[in-house]
């Protein structure tokens, strides 16, 4: 499988630490929060709070509530893990759209480490 790194920069990484075996258990893992008991009529609640613009707030408050919780609830739960990290890429999707928003362009550049 060809990597976003291999597409964007015509190399493929060396993963020290499985990040490739781990980004790949991490998507399968979103996708199937969208057929969960949450996911109703197509949408998932999470919409509506970011579509509010609760969405900082929501995301940052999940990454401390599941970061908190791994280790307690049923020892170290790596779904727990998989939510923080979940819930991060949120907060970076919203944070990516408030700065789209703000700045009037229509997508994010690449690696625009300053955001």
Sequence with gaps: MTSMYDKIF???VDY???EGELIK???AYVDSTYDQHYSLNKY???EFIMDAGHGEGFTIGNIMKYAQRYGKKGGKNRADL???IHYGF???NN???QLLEESGYKRRPIND???
């Design 90 to 92: 949120l907060a970076l």
């Design 25 to 27: 258990e991490f998507s």
């Design 10 to 12: 015509g190399k493929s």
């Design 82 to 84: 998989l939510k923080v």
């Design 44 to 46: 998932q609640a999470t």
């Design 16 to 18: 020290k630490y499985n």
């Design 113 to 115: 480490e300053n955001q």
């Design 95 to 97: 944070h990516d759209k």
